[in-house]
């Protein structure tokens, strides 16, 4: 259909290359119910034919709109909803190359800043090789109020992070990038809000050896012993995830942003230099 004269197109995700997830829980549409509220499949519009399902009542999330009043889907304890096939998490496995890059924006709501939670889990069953983001009320010793990436590496005991310590707002836009130092490491760097909070240097999963292991990608779940117990106890927005790393690209960096902070409310929380904070990208 072409365009019609004098009125701009709304900017949106889609046009970011090498999209291969996009979980927006505004758009009703995209979204399958068992009834009024329970919500049993999201499908992605990315294009790529992601969809993810929870058939278990129990353990379905809920419509909502928790988020500055947006419409939202919210986790509560033990709801969680995951892809049934690798075709996404597929892209992630680094097949004994180097670690694939990845960019990654959320938007999400955390009710309890006292709580542990986990917002999204990509890898197999056994918690090996994953990674996944969390919210920890008390990750390290006399260091409250933690958001993470934990990235789990089969060959070494330990799990590796990148640290945010003390977050005081409980509406948060994270955003993450993967990019390779050497194969068998990569660099995380986190964002919340449009700025640098933490950096770190670790292993990669897998050790740059061939894994095949990111069996699937969940949301509000974890495999990984320590927090498998766990749930996401809060309301999600959107996930936005690339294989690329769009640390260096301004252009889709910045559109990124303020089209993820018009859209849920929080465009105030951009830095005060933000090209978008005071307008909705075209």
């Known amino acids: 259909m072409a365009a019609v ?9 889609g046009i970011v290359p ?54 939202s889907v919210s986790f509560p304890t033990n709801t969680y909803m995951s892809t049934t096939t690798t075709a996404l998490t597929s892209k ?9 890059p990845e960019s990654q924006f959320m938007v999400f709501k955390l009710p309890n800043l006292n709580a542990n939670n986990v917002i999204t889990y990509m890898g197999d069953n056994i918690g090996t090789n994953f990674h996944q983001y969390e919210y920890d009320s008390f990750f390290q ?74 069996n699937n990608y969940y949301i509000g779940k974890s495999f990984y012993n320590p927090t498998s117990g766990q749930s996401f106890n809060g309301d999600l927005g959107e996930i936005i995830l690339f294989t690329s790393n769009y640390s260096l690209d301004i252009r889709y960096n910045f559109q990124l942003e303020g089209y993820l902070a018009w859209k849920w409310g929080i465009n105030a929380l951009l830095s005060s230099n933000h090209p978008y904070r005071n307008r909705n990208p075209t």
């Open 141 to 214: 010793a006399s260091i409250l109020s933690n958001i993470s990436l934990r990235v789990g590496d089969s060959i070494f005991a330990n799990t590796f992070y990148a640290n945010i310590a003390n977050i005081n707002c409980n509406i948060l836009f994270v955003k993450t990038y993967y990019k390779n130092i050497i194969p068998t490491q990569f660099t995380i760097n986190t964002f919340i809000n449009s700025n640098l909070m933490a950096t770190n240097s670790t292993n990669a999963p897998g050790n740059g050896f061939n894994i095949n292991s990111y």
């Open 92 to 100: 992630f496995n680094n097949n004994g190359g180097a670690e694939v």
């Open 18 to 71: 090498n999209l291969q997830l996009w979980v927006d829980t505004s758009d009703k549409s995209t979204l399958g119910f068992t009834d009024a509220s329970r919500i049993n499949t999201i499908r992605d519009k990315s294009g790529n034919g992601v969809i993810l399902t929870q058939d278990v009542l129990a353990n379905q999330p809920i419509l909502s709109s928790n988020i500055n009043n947006r419409q």
């Open 5 to 13: 004269p004098g009125i701009l197109r709304q900017w949106n995700p």
